[in-house]
């Protein structure tokens, strides 16, 4: 289990190429980033609600959410369980749930949704979407329910998943659908935001 600080750590690392800015110069543009861009600060301050939200200082984590929702436009539950390297690529929009598991190197474009469906019943896809490592979402892609996205997968841009996706499987539309796969290469090599 990685400290907050090693979380944030390889959070602000993932919002800065490594393929393009090296040494000193990678560090400044990072701190830059942490100090001027919203999508980064709203990923450093759910962090921070997430190591206190299993604390009796729980309702600093909502004041947190709420502070991190005015600023980016996001909000992400503080008990969501997000491994690190984390990335917005823009922050308006975003919704993740209280109950999502997401693996390492979760990447999200504006508006895309993790959480639990609307409405009561005895739907049997109650519940929270759980994700591998290295998971991309598209803008506007929706994600509801107990689902499970596979590692290295990928959600197109305005996609609704219904069912689960298998590793390195690439799902596009609404209903989404499978429409190729790719490689590990493709999924680590990916570009990063900048």
Not at 155 to 160: E, H
Request: proline share 5%.
């Amino acid at each position: 289990m990685l400290s907050m600080w090693s979380l944030i750590r390889e959070d602000l690392k993932a919002s800065v190429d490594q393929t393009r800015v090296f040494g000193a110069a990678f560090w400044v543009k990072v701190l830059g980033k942490l100090l001027i861009t919203p999508q980064v600060q709203v990923v450093v301050l759910f962090r921070i609600g997430h190591a206190v939200a299993g604390t009796p200082l729980r309702p600093l984590a909502f004041v947190l959410r709420a502070w991190g929702l005015m600023i980016s436009g996001a909000e992400i539950h503080p008990d969501a369980q997000i491994g690190p390297g984390m990335s917005l690529m823009h922050s308006s929009g975003v919704v993740i749930g209280g109950g999502v598991v997401a693996g390492k190197g979760l990447r999200m474009a504006q508006g895309a949704t993790l959480g639990e469906p609307a409405g009561g019943g005895a739907d049997a896809n109650r519940g929270f979407p759980t994700l591998g490592d290295y998971v991309s979402l598209g803008a506007h892609a929706v994600v509801l329910g107990s689902r499970s996205l596979a590692d290295g997968c990928v959600v197109g841009a305005n996609s609704v998943v219904t069912r689960d996706v298998p590793e390195l499987t690439v799902v596009v539309g609404a209903p989404a659908r499978e429409v190729k796969t790719v490689t590990w290469v493709d999924v680590i090599n990916r570009p990063s935001k900048d």
